[in-house]
């Protein structure tokens, strides 16, 4: 058994768990990251595609924008589409800010090769131990040995499928499941529009997006129980041509399809987010539903939570501010959840339910009739503020 030790044990190489590792390294946090896939599987893993501006704001503050600020695609707004009809909400304009698409893993990427924490990939067996005592460690494998990493304070980084939630005891998740799933797809095909498009139709909802000048990311309602083999690329390109709202303005180009998977929706908030030295972030403690781009954010956004509080515990000597973690993120995280919840039950088909469809119809007309509920909108969208710790 090797042993080795560190002030703060990050489990999973995620956004949440990478953009923590940074800001630890930027308040001289010693850390390591013990992650269970190889670097290129991580690396490659297809994602989100859409930051915030305090995530940019972020990142940029990091110094990890250089290739986000040369290669993201800076969108003013995006185009809501029903009754074959397409209404963009302009961000810009509504709130002065905006949003970047960037894949999930173009930032995984830039934030791996800038780490100065080692990050230990493949390690397998992670558990972390003792985290109600104030000597906990985190105990793995890496290839043929067995390693013991000593720390004060292990951060469980590691999604939603990940080992740390189950530690903490008495864990109580608030959760929603929706009766559908996402198709979605990587083309190499030139993207014909500058914004995102969300589609609401009878057949279900469509979402275009995209990826680089030659990528685009498309993505299609269906059934929660659906198998990929049952979607071939003509039945893929056929139903997005239905349900998108093409026009002499919107031209659905096509072209190889190099990424598809199938995603269930769903929303769940696990509370408390913290027990003794072991704190959870991003899908290890609350998962939303991808419309509206947010589940990277929010995992970004506890990040810098944690780290305050870590900083507070470990170098202003107040072990006791642990406590105010899940608090200070939990307000920020239920409003992200009630946004997702809104965006999906607004767009996605559910049923045949006649009074359900019309009421998605009026509310899909008074966002893009009116400034103030486009304005709600488009704030949520571009990404609410930070949750702060409250002084002491
Ligand atoms: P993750 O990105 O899941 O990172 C957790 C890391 O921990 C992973 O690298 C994992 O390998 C590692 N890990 C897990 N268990 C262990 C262990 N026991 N030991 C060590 N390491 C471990 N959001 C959107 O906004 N739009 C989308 O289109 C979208 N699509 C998605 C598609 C899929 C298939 C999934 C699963 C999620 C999607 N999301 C999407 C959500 C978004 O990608 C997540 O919210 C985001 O990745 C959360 O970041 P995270 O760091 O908390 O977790
Ligand atoms: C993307 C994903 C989303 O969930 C969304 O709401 C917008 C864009 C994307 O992957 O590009």
């Not at 709130?95 to 893993?105: K, M, P």
């Not at 893009?368 to 486009?374: F, I, R």
């Amino acid at each position: 058994m090797s042993v080795d030790a560190t002030e703060v044990a990050i489990v999973g190489a995620g956004p949440a768990g990478l953009v923590l590792s940074h800001l630890l390294a930027a308040r001289g946090i010693d850390c390591v990251v013990l992650e269970q896939r190889s670097r290129e599987y991580v690396e490659h893993r297809v994602r989100a595609g859409v930051l915030e501006e305090p995530s940019v704001s972020l990142l940029r503050s990091l110094g990890l924008a250089g290739r986000l600020d040369r290669e993201g695609l800076a969108h003013r707004g995006i185009q809501l589409a029903f009754d074959g009809r397409r209404h963009r909400i302009d961000f810009v304009e509504l709130t002065g800010r905006s949003i970047t698409v960037y894949g999930q893993q173009e930032v995984v990427k830039d934030l791996i090769v800038a780490s100065s924490a080692e990050i230990v990939f493949d390690a397998v067996g992670v558990m972390p131990c003792a985290i109600d005592t104030d000597r906990p460690s985190v105990q793995y494998r890496h290839g043929d040995e067995s390693h013991e990493l000593r720390c004060r304070i292990v951060a469980g980084c590691d999604g939603s499928y990940g080992v740390c939630g189950p530690l903490i005891p008495h864990r109580t998740t608030t959760e929603h499941t929706y009766p559908f799933a996402w198709l979605g797809i990587l083309a190499e095909a030139a993207p014909t529009q500058d914004e995102l498009v969300y589609a609401r139709h009878d057949r279900g909802f469509a979402l275009y997006s995209m990826r680089s000048p030659a990528i685009t990311r498309l993505y299609l309602q269906v059934a929660p129980d659906e198998q990929l083999a049952g979607w071939s690329d003509d039945r893929i390109w056929t139903e997005l041509s239905t349900r998108l709202p093409l026009d002499d303005g919107f031209v659905l180009n096509t072209g190889p399809i190099i990424d598809r998977g199938i995603t269930a929706l769903r929303s769940s908030v696990s509370t408390p987010m913290r027990h003794g030295n072991l704190l959870i972030a991003g899908d290890a403690a609350h998962i939303v539903p991808p419309t509206g781009a947010k589940g990277m954010n929010l995992a970004i956004a506890d990040a810098t939570v944690m780290a305050a509080v870590i900083d507070e515990a470990l170098h202003q000597h107040r072990p006791e501010r642990l406590v105010d973690y899940g608090p200070a993120c939990l307000g920020r995280v239920w409003r992200t959840q009630h946004f997702s919840h809104r965006m999906t039950t607004m767009l996605h088909r559910f049923d045949d339910d006649p009074f359900r469809r019309e009421l998605q119809r009026a509310e899909l007309l008074n966002l893009t009739s009116s400034v103030p509920a486009a304005t709600d909108l488009a704030e949520q969208y571009v990404g609410l503020p930070f949750p702060t710790l409250e002084p002491l």
